[in-house]
């Protein structure tokens, strides 16, 4: 089961962070990846990070300015978002497999997202 908080308003080029907080003594074993979805449009994906939190990859639409850790000991992954635009404002996801995907199709775990809004 997955838990994401830390959404907000703020305003543009403000930063904020997301947590995503996981139960289960599997969590290690687990990809976790970020999505978002803005309204009238696809859910879209963020970023992903690997199993023992060295390894990221980003959507080109937050590379540089988005950066995702995982803490497997307190079972949690955070999403650190800087210089936020208006076109970040969106309901973010977090999302788990046990395989790599950045496709959202491959996730069957997924937490019940937090609004995010920024403001120009």
């Known amino acids: 089961q997955l838990q994401a908080s830390g959404g907000g308003l703020v305003q543009a080029g403000d930063s904020l962070r997301l947590s995503c907080a996981a139960s289960g003594r599997t969590f290690s074993s687990y990809f976790v990846a970020w999505f978002r979805q803005a309204p009238g449009k696809e859910r879209e994906f963020v970023g992903i990070i690997n199993r023992n939190g060295v390894g990221t990859v980003y959507g080109d639409s937050v590379k540089g300015r988005f950066t995702i850790s995982r803490d497997n000991a307190k079972g949690t992954v955070a999403l650190q978002m800087s210089s936020l635009k208006p076109e970040d404002t969106a309901v973010y996801y977090c999302?788990?497999?046990?395989?790599?995907?950045?496709?959202?199709?491959?996730?069957?775990?997924w937490g019940q997202g937090t609004l995010v809004t920024v403001s120009s």
């Open positions: 999302a788990a497999s046990r395989a790599y995907s950045i496709s959202k199709l491959d996730y069957n775990y």
